[in-house]
């Protein structure tokens, strides 16, 4: 179950304005489950289970086949297509170990275009046995379009055309497109990505499953806590359904000048969920010059960076903790006999507790410095709780779009780029703008 | 060389606009060079070079022996403790090797205080040969000192009583401290944190250099590149001294309005260069309600997350590119039969050059989306420039935060969660506190 705590918030509004934005929220929730609202085209997630359910059995055959054939598999892919699968592996990964015991590694590529990691990733799959995974919906984004080239070529340099063509899985459209078409030619394994979720909303779709499946989590688990929350949320008053009540409490503040957002952990694994909740939010709201700008920190690492920064520099923060309420491995801190730094009353304390001791102390100081806090608690990090914390995100994401008046499933604004990036590298049909931006260039 | 490319801000400004800051970026940069202004107890850093270079043999010849007895240094700190040398070591690191080759790997504690993380640590401890490098000023921050705590039981139980403290270095306060008389009663090897010199300013100190010698890292090099930017930038005409004009533009931008600055990198292993700047400007601008919030990017990678919101969500942000010119190790787009991905009009463009048209293009989409783009060029990557890089930083920082109206060389704020945390784990004088911050959680 995930609750939210909103005591912290408190003092920067009244009560009643939770109830102003309340049938405005439980609409935005129902256009959302009745797919009637802005990017209606885009909703295949909010009842995704049923679907994913299906899938499960074979992708969890695939990742025992990875698994056992591979050390490593190098998942293909950009955006959604990336930051879903990395939150959730590395929610569940020893942070000095490559992989869970008896599961593959995954290793990410087509991210990002510089060249020496390509080299250096390349040089690390010598001698290693490896799937590749690309992810892509057309098939023609340029990262994971390049990424694909060079692996493809070294998968068939090792494997032979044949041997390559086992050991590669396309995530891809259904019916068209490059990745489709050149996995037919190859005879490439291929999964879907629906028509009707977009890549942020799409960890739960074969998109995230496969490196999730072949990294060793459960991910049936997964997908049932993503389930128990898509009927949860199907409540209409927020007081029950926690993504509501998080829609309408960071709308309430935003209204009121708090326009960033910090995502605070204090487990160090939760890092890529905070970075997938970025892309989920940033891409979903930041639009017509509008939304709540959202940035992430990890504590108390950060307290001793950007902390300071929070606690007293220029307002208009506010910040959404995960609080996990408990922790399966733990250390306690011992007394010693010569007390001098000063530690010994916390003798017989586990680090968790102390941690936790942290986050609240944390809370209170920065809500003295003018932060709200939403504290958003968790009971434990296992696949079924990231699998409902995922979804909570998702739909209140959704709902809270809704609200601020865009719609929250497309994003037009991430194409801007990359017309001018075609034009710069002198693609077919680009020239005329590729002199005007040249000649800016060089002005 | 590190030069400041400012075409991109000319939209959002009037020229005029930089000569009159001129004599007052003039006059702080003075103020730093003579330690006339606030927080002139901690410019240690201005003219650090001299005396880095003095330590810089022994430090070395330490880096020597860690190289040739340890697989793996624990290094113990947080915040400037922590940053700077992660910074620069994950600069000089393939991201799928743990080390450099005949280098020692270094791993990071007491930077938090997740008991999972912890555990996997020891863990990972055994069977390796291991230093570690204990950084604090006082010996008693919570996170190192709970960590140290554990680390020396461990190492005390794999060497000894006598063979952990030749394993054990501490970097600490030269006379006073917790640590420091641990160290003498245990004859731990000491080595000194200038009085005058501030975490986050501490890289080229013992702080991190000690780490980064480890590593394998030229520090020689670092030193003389940091050494070279500290007379660059005595120059009192911006034109001449990009620190200056960097902490002009972004000072003209935060009076307009723009009070979020994103850090955008496109070399993944430039990463926590960002992370390190981040705490910087965070720590020394963050206060009295005060300064530009620091956030950060990778690119391409966050081009597909936060791409959207930078180009058309809410305005008030400017970007600051680090533009690298030239890369070592490169990989070329080769042409294929089959142009189904479309890649072909990149026949024979290195990935360095395409990752840079990325660049090119972004900043030009980002500025028609009314974000203003402020271009550092470095030339490569190596130890001299990210040394130049480092200076040129904090010198920015020290006349950006005079300009701002703000000592840049406290952060009183970081403070108040301690005082809180005291308070809620029952140490000795917080008790009435501690009362009172319950009954508020209890509330």
Request: with cysteine; hydrophobic share 35%.
């Amino acid at each position: 179950m995930i609750t939210i705590n909103y005591k912290n918030v408190l003092g920067f509004l009244k009560e009643y304005e939770l109830d102003y934005l309340h049938d405005i929220a439980k609409y935005s929730n129902e256009l959302l489950e009745n797919k009637k609202g802005a990017g209606n085209d885009f909703l295949g997630w909010v009842n995704l289970p049923t679907e994913a359910l299906k899938n499960a059995k074979e992708i969890d055959a695939l990742g025992k086949e990875i698994r056992e054939n591979a050390e490593v598999l190098v998942s293909v892919g950009i955006g959604g297509s990336y930051l879903g699968a990395r939150a959730v592996i590395e929610s569940f990964l020893n942070p000095f170990a490559q992989a869970k015991k008896g599961a593959t590694q995954v290793i990410y590529a087509g991210h990002n275009m510089n060249g020496e990691y390509f080299k250096h990733l390349l040089d690390y799959l010598e001698g290693k046995d490896f799937y590749v995974n690309v992810i892509s919906k057309s098939g023609t984004t340029t990262e994971p379009a390049i990424a694909f080239r060079f692996l493809k070529e070294y998968a068939e340099k090792r494997y032979g055309k044949d041997g390559a063509a086992k050991r590669i899985i396309a995530t891809t459209d259904a019916k068209k497109g490059a990745l489709k078409t050149l996995s037919t030619e190859n005879k490439y394994r291929t999964f879907v990505i629906p028509d009707d979720v977009g890549g942020r909303y799409s960890v739960l779709t074969p998109v995230g499953l496969i490196p999730i499946a072949a990294a060793g989590i459960n991910i049936e688990e997964l997908i049932k806590g993503f389930d128990s929350m898509a009927k949860l949320t199907k409540d209409s008053d927020y007081k029950k359904n926690p993504s509501m009540l998080y829609a309408i409490l960071r709308n309430i503040l935003y209204n009121k000048g708090f326009a960033t957002e910090i995502m605070v952990n204090y487990i160090p694994r939760m890092h890529y969920i905070s970075e997938w909740w970025k892309q989920l939010y940033g891409e979903s709201e930041g639009k017509d010059k509008k939304g709540i700008y959202p940035s992430s920190v990890d504590f108390s690492t950060d307290l001793h960076s950007l902390g300071q920064f929070i606690q007293d520099g220029r307002r208009g923060l506010f910040e959404t903790v995960i609080r996990v309420g408990h922790e399966d491995i733990d250390l306690k801190v011992k007394k010693e006999d010569s007390d001098l730094d000063g530690l010994n009353y916390l003798d017989g304390k586990k680090l968790h507790e102390i941690n936790k001791s942290a986050l609240e102390a944390t809370v209170l100081a920065h809500v003295d410095g003018g932060v709200p806090n939403i504290i958003i608690d968790i009971d434990k990090i296992t696949p079924f709780t990231i699998g409902e914390l995922l979804y909570f995100f998702e739909k209140a994401c959704g709902i809270s779009g809704y609200i601020l008046g865009v719609n929250p499933f497309d994003q037009p604004g991430v194409e801007e780029y990359k017309k001018n990036m075609f034009a710069m590298l002198g693609k077919k049909g680009y020239e005329e703008m590729g002199k005007t931006l040249r000649a800016r260039l060089e002005k």
